[in-house]
C-alpha cells in the first residue's frame, strides 16, 4: 500500500492553515481556526478538512459555512503550492474531538470524586 494519500494529506493541512490565515478575508472568519486533520481518498479526488474554531452556537456555524463558501478558493490556491495534476475536492467538517475528549475527562473527574454523573438530557 502506498502511504501517498497520507503525504498529500499533510501537506494539504500545512497550506490550508497558510491560506486560511494569510489569504482568506471574510469577516465571518474572525476568530482562531486551526485545521486539526485532513483526510485524503485513496485516488486523491476529495480531501475531508476537519478545523476547530474557539467559536461557539450560531458563530461556530457561521464560520463553519464561510469556510464552506469558500471551499473553491481554497482549492484553486492550493493547486500551484501542491504540484498535482489534479487537486482533490476539498470539503470543510467541524473536528469535535476537543469537545468530545473534554466531555470524557469530565466524566471520568466526576466518577473519581465519587460524585454522580449528570444526565446528559438534563444538562444545558
Known sequence: MSNRPE???????????????NDLRDPRLNGMISVTDVVVTS???SARI???TLAE?????QVLQALR???PF????????????????VRFELDTSIERGARVEYLLRKIAEGE???DPDEET
Open 74 to 89: 481554497v482549492r484553486r490556491r492550493l493547486a500551484p503550492r501542491l504540484g498535482l495534476r489534479e487537486v482533490p475536492e
Open 50 to 52: 476537519f478545523i476547530s
Open 43 to 45: 485516488d486523491l479526488a
Open 7 to 21: 503525504r498529500v494529506a499533510e501537506r494539504i493541512k500545512r497550506e490550508t492553515a497558510d491560506i486560511l490565515e
Open 57 to 61: 452556537g450560531a458563530e461556530r456555524d
Open 69 to 71: 463558501s469558500a471551499a
Open 116 to 118: 454522580p454523573i449528570p
